[in-house]
């Protein structure tokens, strides 16, 4: 789950991370409230959305005017900049062509920036352990940083037994360049944002660009937290914070049927058991020159109901030019999916090519299901032959 800015910094300075003083806004005259209590004279509006590159997005009804991050000199000019951007589309390098509309912004007060650097954490599934990546090349996108200059990124993997330890935070500052006293705040910041990654279950936390001050100050000028949908449960006031504005509208249709789905840019939609079996059907796909529309995994436990619900989600997407349904029936019978499958046909009126690879218990009355609905289902031995009847297919019905 994601959240916006604003409240993944209202969430580390809790834990004692510096961040710059602030508060959001929904309207010109919120914002300008804001600024009031702030110690100007410079200000920064943010556009708080789901997404990343805000300076230097564009709105899609002026897109030669300036981006979703301004930095402003008086009141009069903070209530303008709200303006411009409340009620309008911020198209950045992550949002797509779409956009998305900002529905609400943030008011910070301006600081004395001397350097930019990057600081995250995240985990890492190499070593199974929480890792710290920092960086002298703040501002930039950490990609494009590890493309270009990957020796610029140090990384630190933490043992978790011992957690984060104050040699680690000064093994890092002093990679970063600090000294003096900058070397203690640093410290006392990374120290802090692991004891918030931590404790509220984070699964990547961001600061980009973490920057030193004139006065040898180090504040969190942007932030970016991420967390573990499993560990929800322990954090209601986290999972308060979930824009579901911000989040693909199927994706949260399928989270409400336990379905794990997530939408991609190719035209044959994939319904699979298991998520391991489901990368692989994408895989063959790909490799019988086709392209996956979706990652939909239907669990092993699902019902005739969720199956129909699945292939509805499969269909709303209007880019599907066919259906691949892959299913190992271990847990899962596979009459029970063939039902499903057929009763979801019946119901949306199935017009685009649809393949069934079923294997695995129940197997032979799953197929026989199938062959007497009556519907134009084309019946696969294996995973190859379904990849290679469902690409021609689509081919076929182009």
């Known amino acids: 789950m994601n959240i916006h ?5 209202a969430l580390l300075e809790k834990f004692g991370v510096a961040v710059p003083k602030g508060a959001v806004a929904y309207t010109p005259q919120e914002a300008e409230k804001v600024a009031r209590t702030l110690a100007g004279p410079a200000y920064v509006v943010k556009s708080q959305i789901h ?3 805000r300076g230097a997005g564009r709105f899609a009804d002026n897109p030669s005017g300036k981006g979703g991050v301004r930095v402003v000199k008086s009141l009069d000019e903070v209530s303008k900049a709200a303006a411009d951007m409340l009620g309008h589309v911020l198209v950045t390098k992550q949002t797509g062509p779409k956009g998305r509309e900002v529905k609400r912004i943030y008011v910070e007060e301006g600081c004395d920036i001397k350097r930019e650097l990057y600081l995250g954490m995240l985990i890492d599934r190499k070593t199974s352990r929480i890792t710290v990546m920092a960086s002298t ?21 933490i043992d978790p037994v011992t957690g984060m330890e104050g040699f680690h935070a000064r093994k890092i500052a002093f990679a970063l360049g600090l000294e003096g006293k900058q070397v203690g705040a640093a410290t006392k910041f990374m120290l802090a944002m692991y004891k918030a990654f931590t404790s509220l279950d984070a699964s990547i936390v961001e600061i980009n660009p973490l920057v030193v001050t004139g006065a040898g100050d180090i504040l969190a000028l942007d932030a970016k937290m991420n967390f573990d949908d499993n560990a929800l449960f322990r954090h209601v006031d986290v999972e308060a914070m979930r824009d579901e504005a911000e989040e693909d509208p199927t994706e ?10 997530v939408k991609l840019d190719g035209s044959i939609g994939c319904m699979v058991n298991g998520a391991g079996l489901a990368m692989a059907t994408m895989d063959i796909i790909k490799l019988y020159g086709g392209s996956p529309a979706n990652f939909l995994d239907v669990g092993g436990g699902a019902t005739k109901e969720r199956v129909t619900t699945a292939f509805k989600l499969i269909l709303s997407d209007a880019h599907v030019e066919g259906i691949l349904v ?7 019978r596979c009459d029970v999916i063939a039902e499903g499958i057929v009763a979801a046909a019946r119901e949306v009126s199935l017009h685009v090519p649809l393949v069934v690879r079923l ?8 197929k026989k299901i199938l062959a007497e609905s009556g519907l134009p289902i084309l019946s696969a031995d294996n995973l190859a032959d379904a990849a290679e009847k469902i690409t021609k297919a689509v081919k076929e019905a182009a």
């Open 326 to 332: 892959n299913i190992f029936g271990g847990i899962m």
């Open 359 to 366: 294997e695995g218990t129940n197997v032979k009355l799953g």
């Open 252 to 261: 949260l249709e399928a989270a409400k049927h336990q379905l794990n789905y």
């Open 137 to 157: 090349e703040g501002g930039m996108e950490i990609e494009e940083v590890a493309h270009k200059t990957p020796e610029k990124i140090i990384r630190i993997a």
């Open 51 to 53: 997404a990343g590159g």
């Open 5 to 9: 800015e604003y409240q993944a910094k």
